[in-house]
């Protein structure tokens, strides 16, 4: 919301306490409408709802990955969020078309982190936030990360060496 | 979720990129019981629910300082979310009763920051977590938080120097 | 919210549509505090808040029959919504405290229905709604409600020959 | 969830409790997809979402009209739900994209209702319902649906002489 916040590098927050980070070759965009039910009495977006916009960024992410989310959890394994973060920029209005963009930061044995941009009409930035992932079967046990899923997430892509701000 | 994500302290989380902090000698504590429209397909609640939990944190928080959210909104002040972040710990459960966990983590003369812990029936620790807010007008325009708020959020604490991990 | 609309009696509503219908002996009231999430940008409670506050007067009112819904899933039961209704009288607000009122309207072999009163602080009606459930197993399959459930819920009652408005 | 609560004609329920409706000449088709958030843990989506899914049909039905809800609201003017009814006839599923259909019901000088159809990825029926709405001024005081609205919500349409089951 004040210009000193605006982040240097895009994804710069989502490296929050993350080691590491590839240059996301398959970034991945889709559009939202914003509902009323997402809004509160501010008159803009309550700020829980850009996290289910986040979920949406992922789930189109992997299914262009030919490998959707429900294909993921019917081999019984879920990928449930154990870190988030958000920073909001601008406030997202009633009926607004946002762009959600949505980049593969990182992959290790034990967990995974996506980062986020969303957009506003205008091209303005509205939120930028990473969510972390971990895996667990069925009963919510933890596991390794199959290598099933490893190999299609960690692809090849241009290393950056990057550290967390 | 696992054990070597475990923060060493009590807010250590609720610090991050937030410099200085102070130890709130006003812990606010309330308790929730889980809807059923809070879980997910995964059997347990879904994360972006964790935040409205915040959300009702912060306003009793603000309650038990005679300074109800809803009387500041009515002097025209709005104290918008700019940054959350959340850390899951265990997964919280349909009909569990929680501990909403509140503290002050300091203030500047545009931004208020607060920690957050929520703790299950066993004491088991469900998620940790911040909000850092500023201030905006009716018209959502940047203001400076003013002195009546300030004077009454930045009560003299025991100060402690604490940094981000 | 206009006076002609204003129902004769305590849950005429919660009988469209249905057959026969008792009067409850067992009415229960919870209390919620409205969240800020609740709101839309129309300054008060999103509609298909309603329902949520009407399911969490389900679960208390199953609790004090010491039928928890909890357990209930537990025995492999579960007790979908397949209709509901609501009508709204005057609009909640964040930060009240409302009263949820809830009472059983009855049960066939194939359906129960529960109807539902939402009061503001100064006694003022919010709404009123009911909502129709089946029973379905597991695999949400129809199944007859089994008769121990069949014979908490239908405890004898003083019986009201009512026909729907 | 059973056969034979099947609606006998399209938007049957749609008429509960409202007089007179004409056939719509202008039913209004969008689709969403089922977002992870709008699961519980039954593994379907939780009901009151469906609502919010009436939301996106009502909001896109008014656009087609040239007539964005948000230009209403800037006129002043607003229609909030007094009345909803839901009928679920089959559960609807994470990642499915389900078509939302949208009539128009009718208007009085005090209200205006519309019918809703959920239809699911094989054209299964998911659900069917309808919302009435009031109009009311910025401080949400009754108005009449001023003429300017009304003429453009009341154009000719076949009528047929309906009445309420």
């Known amino acids: 919301m004040t210009s000193e916040k605006r982040p240097k590098r895009v994804h710069d927050f989502a490296l929050t306490r993350w080691r590491g980070g590839t240059v996301d070759p398959r970034p991945c965009r889709i559009e939202t409408r914003v509902r009323y039910a997402e809004t509160d009495q501010m008159g803009v977006v ?3 709802n850009h996290l289910v916009w986040f979920e ?3 789930v189109e992410w992997l299914d262009r990955l030919d490998l959707p989310y429900r294909a993921i959890e019917k081999e019984g394994l ?4 154990i870190e988030i973060g958000c920073r909001y920029q601008a406030p ?3 009926d607004e078309t946002l762009v959600i963009e949505t980049r593969f930061i990182g992959v290790t044995r034990a967990r995974a982190r996506f ?4 957009i506003g ?3 303005i930035p509205i939120a930028e936030g990473y969510s972390e992932h971990a895996a667990v079967d069925k009963d919510l046990h933890p596991v390794r990360i199959p290598d099933w899923l490893l190999e ?7 290393s950056e060496e990057e550290q967390p701000a």
């Open 46 to 48: 309550y700020h829980a």
């Open 56 to 58: 949406m960024g992922r």
């Open 152 to 158: 299609v997430l960690d692809q090849p892509a241009e």
């Open 115 to 118: 980062g986020y941009r969303l």
């Open 121 to 123: 009409p205008t091209g």
């Open 78 to 81: 879920q990928l449930p969020v």
């Open 92 to 94: 997202a209005r009633f």
